[in-house]
């Protein structure tokens, strides 16, 4: 994807929820006020003057890639720029024609807090929930001013105003948890600066419980949703870590590692797992929580110790020493899934001791899949598919590889499973849900993958 549209997307999640559904507001004449500049003729003026500066950095890195204009960092930072300026201007467009009321100063906010104007935007967005807290104003804007108020107060320093902007946003409807991770995130690190932990505490909890509900709802992205998961549970565990609560914020961590393995996500797990031992350097990865009962959806079902999904099958193009079989056909049966690839060294070092587990357990329900991907070369040659599962099948011989392979055409199972090192290993027990993951090898690794094999063939 073009770099330009990157940043322009990075940049409308900052502001995409700064304006509410309503983008043109209905005509609907303002009440004359005594002004020396004549009055808007409309409240969809104003929603054209913030429309104008909020679209500027899309349009224009439109016009870059169109264009095929190089990336660059200097011009990129200058278009933003060019649209604080141009939300400057507009803003002081808008508030020429006041004093305003209603639609017209929601706007006004909104191109205040475009243009970076903390003070501007929470002026004014205080006024406009202010008039509009009765019957028949419109709920998400007035929920979405009450965000920015607190994200504006936050930047001031005023955080007990803050705080009265974020407690009538919980009072009020609609809630979206991007929006509720956002604004209590920031609560949460503000207090943390000040080392006002036991303050900060209560706000790091309420993000990472909207972090769950997020990954629920938002589980196609998932790169954002673990990095927002991985961020509020480490934050909410360093505040009970440095409020001497050490007991939570170990009890955080493992509850971060549940959803780990609920989602799955390899990366997500291993980072976590570093954060584990770093709380704790002798925490034991082979005492695994009891199978909990079933069911629900993954962040929020770890969380609650209910029952994970069951690991999502995984794509085959090839299949070799192993009949094509589905992982919903493996049910009572222990699964290793072996990401990994022939011009991984670490990879090959792990192959004797799969193949020691494999002798070892076969015949008691364990199943090894060796997985990989079509690389379309090795050995700095270019390879057909065809040419690949030769090179693939005749490196299986050579190593006396046992267990079945399976290579993929594409990162299909690579996402799924949240793997972005090798090798990776997915462990899966005989109802389908992922228990253990390793990633890489290190000290005690493969002690500790034959260890839990055992208690999960036993179980």
């Known amino acids: 994807m073009n770099r330009y549209i990157i940043l322009a997307l990075a940049v409308a999640l900052i502001f995409a929820s700064g304006a509410s559904s309503r983008v043109v507001a ?206 509020a549970g480490v934050l909410l565990a360093d505040i009970y870590l440095k409020s001497k609560r050490r007991d939570q914020a170990m009890a955080t961590l493992i509850e971060l590692r549940r959803i780990a393995l609920a989602i799955p996500s390899a990366s997500f797990y291993s980072r976590v797992m570093e954060m584990v031992y770093q709380y704790d350097a002798g925490f034991d990865a082979t005492k695994l929580p009891a199978p909990p009962p079933p069911p629900a959806s993954a962040a929020s079902a770890a969380a609650n110790g209910e029952e994970s999904p069951t690991a999502p099958d995984i794509s085959v193009a090839e299949w070799l020493d192993q009949t094509p079989v589905k992982l919903a056909d493996l049910r009572g049966r222990v699964v290793l899934l072996d990401f990994w690839a022939t011009w991984c060294g670490p990879c090959v070092e792990t192959i004797p001791k799969l193949n020691s587990l494999h002798k070892k357990y076969k015949d008691r329900g364990l199943v090894i899949v060796g997985l990989t991907n079509f690389f379309g070369e090795a050995n700095g040659r270019t390879l057909t598919p065809a040419q690949e599962v030769a090179y693939v099948r005749a490196f299986k011989k050579r190593f006396g590889v046992a267990y079945g392979f399976a290579i993929a055409d594409s990162e299909h199972n690579d996402r799924n499973y949240g793997v972005t090192s090798l090798p990776t290993a997915i462990l899966i027990d005989k109802r389908g849900i992922v228990r253990h993951i390793t990633v890489g090898v290190y000290p005690g690794s493969n002690d500790e993958l034959s260890s839990i094999i055992k208690k999960l063939v036993d179980e």
């Not at 060019?82 to 100063?105: D, I, W, Y």
């Open 26 to 231: 209905q005509a609907r004449p303002q009440r004359p006020v005594a002004s020396t500049t004549p009055p808007l003729a409309d409240e969809s003026s104003a929603s054209v003057l913030y429309k104008e500066a909020a679209d500027y950095v899309r349009k224009k890195f439109d016009e870059f890639k169109r264009d095929n204009v190089p990336y660059d960092q200097k011009l990129a930072d200058k278009t933003v720029q060019e649209q604080r300026e141009l939300a400057v201007r507009n803003a002081a467009q808008l508030a020429a024609h006041g004093p305003l009321s209603g639609t017209n100063l929601y706007y006004l906010g909104l191109l205040y807090h475009l243009a970076d104007k903390h003070e501007g935007a929470l002026d004014a967005l205080r006024r406009f929930t202010g008039e509009r807290a009765g019957p028949g104003a419109d709920a998400a804007e007035a929920q979405n001013a009450r965000r920015i108020m607190v994200l504006k107060a936050v930047k001031l320093n005023l955080l007990p105003d803050a705080e009265k902007a974020l407690a009538e946003y919980a009072r009020h409807e609609p809630q979206q948890p991007n929006e509720r991770y956002l604004i209590e995130n920031a609560l949460a690190g503000a207090y943390y600066t000040k080392r006002q932990y036991d303050l900060a505490a209560p706000h790091a909890l309420e993000s990472f419980n909207a972090a769950k509900r997020l990954a629920d709802t938002d589980a196609a992205n998932r790169g954002q949703r673990d990095q927002t998961l991985y961020n």
